[in-house]
């Protein structure tokens, strides 16, 4: 079989393989993170009922207001903070992390990584 060309192609292939590996259920739904170039969005979802418990995102009014001046690698610190404290609010203590296909370690600062 050949290896599909296209980049989107074989974040798509990774997505359905990971997923295969992981699910949310109501005790531990996922955590699914998607970074754009300029925004981070977090979701929380209960896979067994299909829906999303809570969301957070970098475009977020909250967030907007403190986000000034700060790298994106701070502003995703904010988002994290956020989505942690609304799924706290309905009881939510651990959760699957999902990647989405995506390399995922964490936001660059210069060489240094976090």
Known sequence: MAKPQTSKARRAIRHKRVRQKISGST???RLAVYRSLQHVYVQVIDDS???TLVAASSLEPKILVQRS???KSQVSVL???LIAERAKEIGIQSVVFD???F???GRKIGRAHV
């Open 79 to 81: 988002v994290g903070e």
């Open 27 to 29: 005790e531990r739904p």
């Open 49 to 51: 009922k299909g829906e």
């Open 99 to 101: 990647r989405g296909g």
């Open 69 to 71: 001046g700060k790298p």
């Open 103 to 105: 390399k995922f370690h």
